[in-house]
Structure formats: C-alpha cells, structure tokens
C-alpha cells in the first residue's frame, strides 16, 4: 500500500509556491504514492481540476493573492473534515498559506497524523522587502 500524503498547497494565483506544489505532487505521484491536494478557493471562482489520479479538495476562502490568503470562517472545519474522511499518512503544508498555518500542529495532533512544512515566503530580486530580504 502506497504512502498517502496530503498535501497543503497552492494552485493559484501563479508563484513559486504552485510551481513548487506541482512538480513535487506530480513526482511524488511518479513514483507511486497517493496524493490528496488541499488548496484554497473562493467560492464563487472555483478551480477546474484537470488531475484524475490526485483527489483536490478545496478550502474556502474569502480572498486570495500570491502573498495572503484570508480564509472563511469554514475552512479550518473543511480541513479537518477532508482530513478525517481522507485519513493521510502523512500532512505536508507548503506555507506560508493563510492564518490556518498555525493551526496544523494543534489539527495534527489531535488527528495523530504527522505534519511535515516546508517554507516558502515571497522573493522578488527586483522589489527588495522586508521579507524578500530575509529570504
């Protein structure tokens, strides 16, 4: 039986952070683990998902750029729902995401999944930030 992962990531609006989820989703899939997408989508503009082999769930959101991503009041009940009813191995979030990020230690535990992070925070060379700088 394959390691099944589900994986917080990012589909839109274009950044690294969705280049990043997809080539590693479509590796991992490659070579034969299961993988879940879990993506924020705003209601009214949900994503068309052209991947069969990777179930997509999407967790509402009120509004979302490359840099923030404000989550409805439902999203952390969708997340713990899809994460019950998929039962992972194992949680890999790409943040930074939204405001739920600090809640997946807490969901994790009390769901006895792991949770592994990688972090991904905005850079631009050309518009020197406070955070591309620390980057």
């Given at each position: 039986?394959?390691?099944?992962?589900?994986?917080?990531?990012?589909?839109?609006?274009?950044?690294?952070?969705?280049?990043?989820?997809?080539?590693?989703?479509?590796?991992?899939?490659d070579r034969g683990y299961q993988v879940?997408?879990?993506?924020?989508?705003?209601?009214?503009?949900q994503e068309a998902d052209s991947d069969s082999e990777m179930p997509d769930v999407t967790l509402p959101c009120l509004y979302k750029s490359q840099v923030y991503t404000l989550p409805?009041?439902?999203?952390?009940?969708?997340?713990?729902?899809?994460?019950?009813?998929?039962?992972?191995?194992i949680v890999h979030a790409s943040l930074t995401l939204s405001p739920l990020d600090f809640f997946l230690p807490d969901i994790c535990e009390e769901l006895n999944?792991?949770?592994?992070?990688?972090?991904?925070p905005a850079y631009s060379e050309k518009y020197r930030t406070l955070t591309a700088g620390t980057a």
């Open positions: 039986m394959a390691l099944h992962i589900a994986w917080l990531g990012k589909k839109s609006p274009p950044c690294g952070n969705v280049t990043y989820s997809r080539e590693i989703t479509n590796g991992l899939l879940s997408f879990l993506h924020f989508a705003q209601e009214d503009k409805s009041l439902r999203a952390n009940k969708v997340l713990v729902e899809s994460l019950k009813k998929l039962k992972p191995d999944i792991p949770l592994v992070a990688t972090f991904h």
